[in-house]
């Protein structure tokens, strides 16, 4: 369950996760898949800055308990939880991908379907110049 928003991904992320998805499989990599098949794809240098891109820093609320989470949005081989590293191919990660702070969706996580909204996008590779993360 997803409420349908803007989705933009850089085509660099879109080829790299595509490549990421290709060893796993599941309900999460299955809808993950159902998204990136509508985004709009950009070139790297084009990504607007509050946008939530690949090994990006981010707070979101969950706007069902109203509580705020920082995460890194990371490739699976990077993932960590006590890291706050959550992997694309999570349900947290394949839902926060490609919205921009101020967005919503709703998305179906572990334990039910979860309302999250975008409030900052601190870090971000592409407007840091970091072409190669």
């Not at 989705?7 to 990599?29: E, H, N, P, W």
């Not at 069902?64 to 990660?93: C, F, M, Q």
Request: negative net charge; charged residues 20%; without cysteine.
């Amino acid at each position: 369950m997803s409420t349908y928003h803007s989705l933009v991904v850089s085509s660099q992320d879109f080829d790299r996760v595509q490549q990421a998805m290709t060893s796993s499989a599941g309900f999460s990599v299955a809808r993950l898949d159902s998204e990136l098949a509508r985004a709009q794809i950009i070139e790297p240098k084009e990504v607007p800055r509050n946008l939530v891109t690949m090994n990006s820093q981010v707070t979101y609320e969950n706007l069902h308990s109203g509580k705020k989470h920082t995460v890194w949005l990371v490739y699976p081989r990077d993932a960590n939880i006590r890291e706050n590293k959550i992997s694309v191919l999570a349900p947290l990660g394949s839902a926060l991908l490609g919205l921009s702070e101020g967005q919503e969706v709703e998305w179906l996580m572990p334990g039910g379907a979860r309302r999250l909204k975008i409030l900052d996008v601190a870090y971000q590779p592409e407007a840091a110049g970091d072409w190669d993360l």
